[in-house]
């Protein structure tokens, strides 16, 4: 195989209880990337549509995580990497994170697979280390494992595959506002009242064993963040009308998108997130911003060769 | 049925990460405990053998509990209450719980059934709070529904039942220094690190995933509490040393019961946990410390009819 062209697909980390541990993958919505081998050794991104990024490999997030993974396997060959960029940076559905878990899972595959995914989500953290700052993984492992992951740690890097139920969806609304990751770290607080820390790790706790035995109305009373929402919601115009919005018409639970400004709703069936869908749509029409919303399956299998 | 003698176990809380959520249930240790329908209205606890408890209704966890559920259901007899205590007062390894929890089983069960095991666990917090000044369930809910239990919350009350790996033992040692369970609590924080809490609530999700996946190898790496044992250890003489010991011998994890003094560690195998009973009554022997230790079988079921 010489080349290979992938879906690579958006993410929704944090998932409201799970801050910095719990993410899950949108399917439909995402990058398509096209990875060539070369005879000249290196990594070079060739193209970007879409948005424009640097084509300078150390400075774009594809080509940092291609590079930690390049220089760790050492191939007798190099890689060109050509970026179809679909998902909006700074979105807060893991637009770095598809453009880095891309890369490494693409460059995988045309060198027969030597890593496993656990390996890979370490390269790929490379990139998004260049992207916010920090080596976080919970965009990353939904993209590379499909359907919900727990980051259990960091370091060591342990990535648990959690199941997911065949009939969620989720509905994706994007403002097109900017909230930049920084910010949106710099608003937490460094420390946390010990009882709302409980009321968290209960849920999270909860939403894992409802993902395992499929209660949907469990996941719904789970998807409640006492800690991070509170901070970040001040940040999107119209959070807290949206989601009650959504929850009113059916919306198993609403929350913020990874660090925003995206906004996503889990619903049981796909007539239901059309429906939460076009409440949210006419909530949002209301404010004057640009956004745009999509519905989508959990995509269970992550990246797709296609 | 006119009288009926149930077993009511005890319990161990908070199992590392899960503070104030998680808790399971011991098998073979337990209190006895003898209700009887009578014709005069009202509770009466007729007898208490084993430790020295009050006798007056209000003044007794099970007399409260009692009280709880027979003013709700308001029926047309009284019960007598006969305790035989095994569970020493102040151990820590749910002793109020267990009298507070078998009360109203055994007055449910007497009744017919009217209540399922949520209700009763509400009747028995009434209990629990006159032991220790709060309406806590993570005692009571693995008393009542056996094996491993999370509370996923106490307002609306919301007990949900974990999946116990059948091969996982339990080994207790119980140091007989007396921790009360106000001190424990006056010694926390009321602020945690979000960094902390966030490693917490990744480990209470990955304990939830080990159950149900079986993996005892994962639910080893998860039994670790960053928050409440660095401050609760210091009130149990050579806990580090017993727990170093517990998990060099093999151990799965080792941790404080509840709000100790009980150290609790969980192993594959009764064999294993045998050595590891092994183990810490070598290391607590040097302590000049009295203190017992015992081993058993998650106990799946709870309270049982005897």
Known sequence: MKDIKIFSPATV????????????????????????KTENKGIFITKIEGYDLPLKTEDNVAGVSALALYEDAKPNCGFEIEIYKKIKPGSGIGSSSASASGAVYAINELLGKPYNKTQLTRFAMKGEALASGSEHADNIAPALFGGFTLVKSTTPLDILQLPTPSELYATIIHPQIEVKTSEARAILPNHI???DAITQWSNVGSLVHALHINDYELLGKTLNDVIVEPY???????FDAVKK???????????????GPSIFALSKGQKMATRVENTIHDVYSKTGIDFYTFTCKINTEGIKVI
Request: with cysteine; glycine share 14%; aromatic share 4%.
């Open 232 to 238: 970040r919601s001040q940040l999107i115009p119209s």
């Open 193 to 195: 009242p010990l009882k």
């Open 245 to 259: 919005a959504a929850i009113s018409i059916g919306a198993l639970g609403c929350g913020i998108s990874g660090s």
């Open 13 to 36: 980390a944090n998932v409201s209880c799970g801050f910095d541990v719990l993410g899950f993958c949108l399917d439909t919505v995402g990058d398509e990337m096209l990875i060539r």
